[in-house]
């Protein structure tokens, strides 16, 4: 079955550390991984796409095929971060996008 | 360039009684889909387009019904309402891929 996991439904820092936001899939063939974002009182949209391979707002994430996982990660977090983040593989074969539970990431000042 | 557009954006129902939700998009996209989105839950595909005149179920369609008559309208109807139905409803569309452009929700609750 796909399957989509965002094990940590808060994460809570202090501006300037680090983050990590964990994704673990579970998909059939080779999905197509994205991050989005909503931050308060927005609509959604696309933060980056792992084939782009890009840095969107500082953040960055690898995937790892072996382990199954797409982490987004920012070294420096800062306030503005704060919002909702949402890991979702594609399937092309289905032209379905899935989308993890989501992980609210609030950064202190 | 609206972008996509979702009307209502609030709507108080009472059981048993219906109501369509209509999205429109003004980028000529194919795609169309609606989710709900629900706290714990993330966003969950209810039914989504792969072009005019088509519909396809996603992960929860039970309860809902979708059209897609004209190529820039998406429209979600609720036959007969229930109070687990409330939740916020996002339409989106694409050209194809992941690459999603969502409305801003219309948060629907049922008495």
């Known amino acids: 079955a796909q399957r989509v996991t965002q094990p940590e439904k808060l994460l809570s820092v202090f501006k300037g550390a680090p983050v990590e936001l964990k994704c673990n899939y579970s998909?059939?063939?080779?999905?197509?991984l994205f991050w989005y974002v909503q931050y308060s009182r927005q609509r959604l949209q696309l933060l980056l796409r792992?084939?782009s391979r890009e840095s969107i707002k500082g953040f960055t994430a690898d995937l790892n095929k072996g382990e199954t996982s797409f982490h987004l990660k920012k070294p420096f977090a800062q306030e503005e971060d704060s919002a909702m983040y949402y890991c979702a593989p594609f399937s092309g074969g289905y032209n379905k996008l899935i989308f993890g539970a989501g992980t609210r990431l609030a950064v202190h000042p | 360039n609206a972008g996509v557009t979702q009307t209502p954006k609030f709507r108080v129902l009472k059981t048993g009684q219906s109501m369509t939700l209509l999205c429109a998009q003004d980028m000529n996209h194919e795609y169309m889909y609606w989710y709900r989105q629900d706290p714990g839950m993330g966003l969950r595909l209810i039914h989504y387009s792969v072009g005019e005149g088509t519909t396809a179920k996603g992960e929860v369609p039970d309860g809902y019904n979708v059209s897609r008559l004209k190529k820039q309208n998406f429209l979600l109807g609720l036959e007969s309402a229930a109070p687990s139905q409330t939740s916020v409803y996002f339409c989106?569309?694409?050209?194809?891929?992941?690459?999603?452009?969502f409305g801003e929700g219309s948060r629907l609750t049922v008495l």
């Open positions: 989106a569309s694409s050209l194809g891929g992941g690459s999603l452009f």
């Open positions: 792992h084939i």
């Open positions: 998909y059939s063939g080779s999905p197509e």
